[in-house]
């Protein structure tokens, strides 16, 4: 054997030493920071408590059209977040870890896609950086372990926003393009999960999706490009992913669109009614 033979092989040991080194560094980063102390303290604040007893009532009487609070409809939210606690219920059982888990799951797909995007953009270095600083975040952290709306709605628009890059086929410069074209995958994907953040937090994830994509068609002057979009398979997926539960709701419940549509996204946004108030 060669020196140079012994050298490659010796760099070669060396590298996957240190690529197992750096997984199990991030894994346990990521464990520590999203998973673990799920159940530690009890349910904080008007909301928490509030969403896991939707989830539990969904839970036990199997009707996951119309979300209830103490027997009556409640349409504050979407029901994505009350699906996924329900399902952790019926896995694990009723309990704040179980409530948290879907927030704990978004938390780690949102990190995944993103580590994913700054690979293809930036290279290993920076999406190894990132899976390594971006779950120890107070923000991360903090809507990680909440039984809450927020964390699914931020991870579904940051995992359609990634494919959304890729639809828009973002390049480092005029000749290189960084991210692989596969416009009818990325199509799909980014209809689902934008379908799956309205299913979230409802319009909203249509709105903060919109100003984005024409803000940076206005700064790249790729109009043509944020119009990909718009393509019929993606209008399909989103279509077929949010549409029905709102359809079946509404045809259940007929004052659904007045107070949710109304009352818990125009006022909500437009006056100050449904502000949290802080300890008086």
Not at 17 to 26: K, L, N, Q, T, Y
Not at 149 to 173: E, Q, Y
Not at 176 to 190: E, N, Q
Not at 241 to 257: E, H, K, V
Request: aromatic share 14%; hydrophobic share 55%.
């Amino acid at each position: 054997m060669t020196e140079t033979t012994v050298l490659i092989a010796e760099n070669t040991r060396t590298s996957t030493a240190a690529r197992i080194g750096w997984a199990i560094f991030i894994a346990a980063t990521l464990y520590v920071c999203y998973f673990s102390h799920l159940g530690a303290i009890g349910f904080v604040g008007p909301d928490e408590p509030r969403y896991a007893w939707i989830a539990r009532d969904m839970a036990e009487t199997g009707d996951w059209v119309t979300p209830r609070l103490y027997g009556k409809p409640w349409f504050e939210k979407p029901p994505l977040f009350y699906w996924s606690a329900a399902l952790c219920f019926k896995l694990f059982g009723v309990s704040e870890a179980a409530a948290r888990l879907p927030s704990v799951v978004s938390a780690l797909l949102a990190t995944l896609a993103m580590a994913w995007l700054a690979l293809r953009l930036y290279g290993a270095e920076t999406a190894r950086w990132l899976l390594l600083l971006l779950p120890t975040t107070v923000g991360m952290i903090g809507f990680s372990h909440a039984a809450a709306t927020d964390m699914p709605f931020s991870a579904m628009l940051t995992i359609a926003m990634v494919c959304a890059a890729v639809v828009l086929g973002l390049t480092r410069n005029k000749n290189t393009p960084i991210l692989p074209r596969t416009p009818w995958l990325a199509l799909l994907l980014f209809g689902f999960f934008l379908g799956l953040a309205v299913l979230a937090k409802g319009p909203a994830a249509i709105i903060l999706c919109g100003g984005v994509v024409f803000f940076w068609a206005l700064f790249t002057k790729r109009w043509r490009d944020a119009f990909r979009l718009l393509h019929p398979a993606a209008m399909a997926s989103f279509c077929l992913t949010a549409l029905p539960w709102y359809i079946l709701c509404a045809r259940r419940n007929p004052d659904f669109f007045r107070i949710f549509i109304i009352e818990h996204n125009f006022k909500r946004y437009l006056t100050p009614e449904f502000q949290h108030r802080g300890l008086q």
